[in-house]
C-alpha cells in the first residue's frame, strides 16, 4: 500500500481533473490493469463519452496509458487510490466489479479474480462461477489455484447439497498440492 503522504497527493491530483475523475480512476484501480474502458465507466456509473474524455486527462496528466484497455503509468497510482477505502467500501467495489463483468459476459477467470477480493452475499452465481474457475484450474494443473476458489465458493455460503461436493472438490485439490489440511476436507465432505 502507498504511503498516507503519497495516496493523499495522488488522489488531490486525480480530483483536479475533474468530476468523475476518482470515481473513474477508483474503477480502474478496482478492475486491475487491462481494463477496459466500457467496464471502468459502467463500475463508476459515467456515460461513456465521459470517461473517454476523463481517460484523455489521466493519460494528459501521465497518470494512465490506453484507450480502451486502460493501464496506470505507475503501479503506485492503483495502490493510493486502494488506500483511500476501507476494506468493506473495497470488498463493496470488487463485487460491483464482479457483476460488471458478469452482465457483459466476460470471461469467467476476470469475474472470479473480483470475487476473491469481494464480500460474500450468498448468491448460487457465485458459488457456480467460482466452482467452474476452479475446475479449469484443476485442467490446467494448477490444483493451488483451484483450491483458492473453492475456498472462497465455501465462504458465501453455498446451500448443504453443494456444500458436500465443494468440499470433497477442495479437499482433492489440496491433495494435489500437497496441502496438510486435505485429509480433514474430505472427511468433512463425507460428514456434511
Known amino acids: 500500500i502507498a504511503p498516507r503522504g503519497v495516496a493523499d497527493a495522488v488522489l488531490l491530483r486525480v480530483a483536479r481533473l475533474g468530476p468523475g475523475a476518482v470515481e473513474l480512476a477508483e ?10 474502458l466500457r467496464h471502468a465507466a459502467h463500475l463508476a456509473g459515467l456515460d461513456p ?20 484497455h486502460l493501464f496506470f503509468m505507475q503501479p503506485v497510482v492503483a495502490r493510493s487510490l486502494e488506500a483511500h477505502r476501507t476494506p468493506a467500501g473495497s470488498a463493496e467495489a470488487h463485487l460491483a466489479a464482479a457483476r460488471v463483468l458478469w452482465d457483459d459476459g466476460a470471461p469467467d477467470v476476470a469475474i472470479a479474480k473480483q470475487l476473491m477480493r469481494a464480500r460474500a452475499t450468498g448468491s448460487e452465481w457465485s458459488v457456480d462461477l467460482l466452482a467452474r474457475t476452479a475446475e479449469e484450474a484443476m485442467e490446467q494443473g494448477n490444483p493451488e489455484r483451484a483450491a483458492a476458489y473453492l475456498k472462497r465458493a465455501m465462504a458465501e455460503p453455498p446451500d448443504a447439497e453443494r456444500r458436500r461436493t465443494l468440499l470433497a472438490r477442495l479437499g482433492r485439490a489440496e491433495a494435489m498440492a500437497g496441502a496438510p489440511e486435505a485429509l480433514e476436507r474430505l472427511r468433512g465432505a463425507t460428514e456434511v
Do not use: K, N, P, Y
Not at 463519452?49 to 480502451?68: F, K, M
Open 27 to 36: 474503477a480502474i484501480a478496482t478492475l486491475g490493469s487491462g481494463c477496459q
Open 49 to 68: 463519452d465521459e470517461a473517454a474524455r476523463l481517460v484523455e486527462r489521466l493519460v494528459a496528466a501521465r497518470l494512465l496509458r490506453g484507450a480502451d
